[in-house]
């Protein structure tokens, strides 16, 4: 009988706390805007504006050509890259073929005829080498007979090697580096596609056109921002949340979002809380003036409004309070 009182003697009290409370003290609030996450569309390279799709304040979706710049290098450097792909595609099938048989007949050829060059060269030296031993030639005629014969030897072992190297086929390693060529080349072509694409300024998300300082015409430096662009979904409201109150509002906490010209609040959840201070450093101030200290703190919006504008001004109400309060008669 004494647990049951005492409980509802705690349920009294809490109720008397939090109504004396809403009587003499309202819930702190903050003031904030609403955002949205901004996109920055910058120029790949420095090139001319050919064609603006869009204007500020429109709405786009995904995917959909916002800006277009002059794509005639791109193209004449995809066009380069593709023909040296298809080159090293060329050479890599030489290599995997083989040689021709029309190669491989010459080549015999070629070496038919050294070998008889040989034969001709070897009966001329034994000639004039006979002749030599009878002292009708000199040995100038020998020796010159000798280099004849040595020549034809040596363009009769260059022509067996030309014809051994055509039968036997594309080295291993040969096809490798063939192979590795292509490779390049390809790797090559797919930059300039990159490349070519990128001049083509899409949209990543729907959005709203939000600055588009440039017109056609215009040339642009690489870097330059082109167009900014405000996502369409998941609005959150951003507010500066006193240091006084940062070890009681956590991330997950709920929170009623003010708007003026609504009577219902909007419910709200603190997203993120910034570690750092928006203002000046904290280790550089005294007690007192760090309680002056602001922290960014974003907060996602809940359904019922994912349709206020982004910019506008309104307020939120932190329950931190009532929460102290109920915190302090819960406790035994």
Known sequence: MSANLSFIMRVGMSCA??????????????????????????????????????????????GEVLIQLDATSANARLALRQAELDQAKAKL???????????????KAVLDGANATVKEAQRAFERTNRLFATKVLSQADLDTARAARDTSLAKQAEAQQSLRLLENGTRSEQLAQAKAAVAAASASVAVEQKALADLSLVAARDAVVDTLPWREGDRIAAGTQLIGLLASDNPYVRVYLPATWLDRVKVGDSVNILVDGREA???????????????????????????????LTDITISSAGQDLPTGMALEVELDVLQLDVLQRVQQP
């Open 17 to 62: 706390l939090l109504l004396l409370v809403a009587c003499t003290e309202e819930s702190p609030r903050v003031l904030g805007t609403v955002e949205r996450d901004r996109l920055t569309l910058t120029a790949p390279v420095g090139e001319l504006i050919t064609q603006i799709n869009v204007v500020e304040g429109q709405r786009v979706k995904a």
């Open 93 to 107: 099938s030489e290599a995997v073929t083989g040689a021709r048989l029309e190669d491989i007949d010459r080549a």
């Open 265 to 295: 609040p909007i419910a709200g959840t603190v997203r993120n809380i910034r570690s750092q201070p928006a203002y000046t450093p904290f280790y550089a101030l005294n007690e007192r003036d760090r309680a002056r200290l602001m922290y």
